[in-house]
């Protein structure tokens, strides 16, 4: 795919293109820096101003809260007060990795961050150039991931340059989000843990860290309005419809058979989604390898001018539950196969 990248730098990784890209932020600019789980667009979080183009880069809602990025321990104090026993503890566990906790947003920390609320989400990526461009810049970074709002997050810098191009400064240069869905978001400001996005890190790993239940918010019909702004927007969606089959295996692979000959009889172009026609049943991806491909397949196939992409129900163990998550909001249907 050739690039034309108008006003929008592209950096490589070494050493003096980071520096660069530092530079950029503690100036006001934006910069689009992998991470271990999708793009970042990334501003100084203490400059108003330079998060505030943030929001207009992406045509994001103003009430979207973004997440600020850490690249030392001793920098949780400078975005948050009244930090719990909790959060110190799952940090040491987890950090630097894909865990985003909500906190209690300390002073200094402009409110557009956390687009008003008095909280903030705060993490560590677990990312080379991602710490090193925190770390240079001098400041904790603010960054929500840095796609087009309402399209799936970019796992590559080409899919940032489809989204962005001539509306950021910088991207650096990469293919290294392995991980390839965002953090789990982690409420702590409340008596119980609750989970506001599934991600990265599985529900399992952080109640044997904490040796508590955690929540998921969303799940009791008590819990109608989302604690978690950026949840009630229809989210990570490719341009073609999204048909998600739920139910029994056996039943959902002949269901997404039928579909997809149906679709294909109308002359429409039908793509998959950890489902393999010719192969069995036992041979599916495994949630790790469907989170990693998941963004990426969806712009692929929007490349190819896919109609339909058929996607079948996983189990919603480990990274399952994050991937499950993503699939429902991307869908434009959901059939239940029985
Ligand atoms: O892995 C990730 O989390 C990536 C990388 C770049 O770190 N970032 C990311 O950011 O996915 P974004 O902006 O796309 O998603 C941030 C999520 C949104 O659902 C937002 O509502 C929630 O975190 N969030 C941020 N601050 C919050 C707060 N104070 N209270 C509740 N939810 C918050
Ligand atoms: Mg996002």
């Excluded at 950026?230 to 048909?243: E, Q, T, V």
Aim: proline share 6%; glycine share 8%; charged share 25%.
């Amino acid at each position: 795919m050739p690039l034309s990248v108008k006003g929008t730098l592209l950096l490589n990784e070494d050493p003096r293109s980071v520096k660069k890209a530092a530079k950029i932020i503690k100036n006001g600019g934006l910069v689009a820096f992998p991470t271990e789980t999708v793009y970042g667009l990334g501003a100084a979080a203490n400059d108003a101003a330079a998060v505030a183009r943030i929001y207009k880069a992406k045509g994001r809602p103003a009430d979207n809260p973004l997440i600020i990025h850490l690249s030392d321990f001793d920098q949780l104090k400078m975005v948050a007060r009244d930090i719990p026993d909790k959060a110190f503890h799952l940090a040491n566990c987890f950090w630097p990795g894909p865990l985003s906790l909500v906190l209690f947003r300390a002073e200094k920390i402009p409110a557009l961050v956390s687009a008003g609320l008095a909280s903030i989400a705060v993490r560590m990526p677990d990312h080379r150039i991602a710490l090193e461009l925190i770390r240079l810049s001098g400041f904790p970074i603010a960054a929500p991931s840095a796609n087009r709002s309402g399209r799936p997050s970019p796992t590559s810098y080409r899919h940032v340059i489809e989204d962005l191009n001539g509306r950021i400064d910088a991207v650096i240069k990469s293919n290294t989000c392995t991980v390839g869905v965002e953090s789990t978001v982690l409420d702590l400001t409340r008596d119980k843990p609750v989970i506001l996005r599934p991600g990265g890190v599985s529900k399992e790993n952080l109640e044997l860290a904490l040796g508590e239940t955690v929540f998921i918010s969303g799940l009791s019909k008590k819990d109608a309005t989302p604690r978690s702004p950026g949840m009630k927007y229809r989210h990570y969606s490719p341009d073609a419809r999204l048909i998600l089959v739920t139910g029994s295996q056996s039943r959902r692979y002949n269901v997404i058979k039928a579909l997809a000959n149906r679709y294909l009889k109308l002359g429409l172009k039908v793509g998959y989604l950890n489902f393999k026609l010719e192969s069995s049943l036992n041979s599916r991806i495994s949630p790790e390898q469907m989170a990693s491909t998941l963004y990426s397949s969806m712009r692929r196939m929007d490349q190819q001018g896919i109609d339909i992409i058929l996607a079948e129900e996983i189990s919603p163990e480990g990274l399952g539950l994050a991937v499950m998550n993503r699939l429902k909001k991307a869908a434009t249907r959901i059939l239940h196969a029985g």
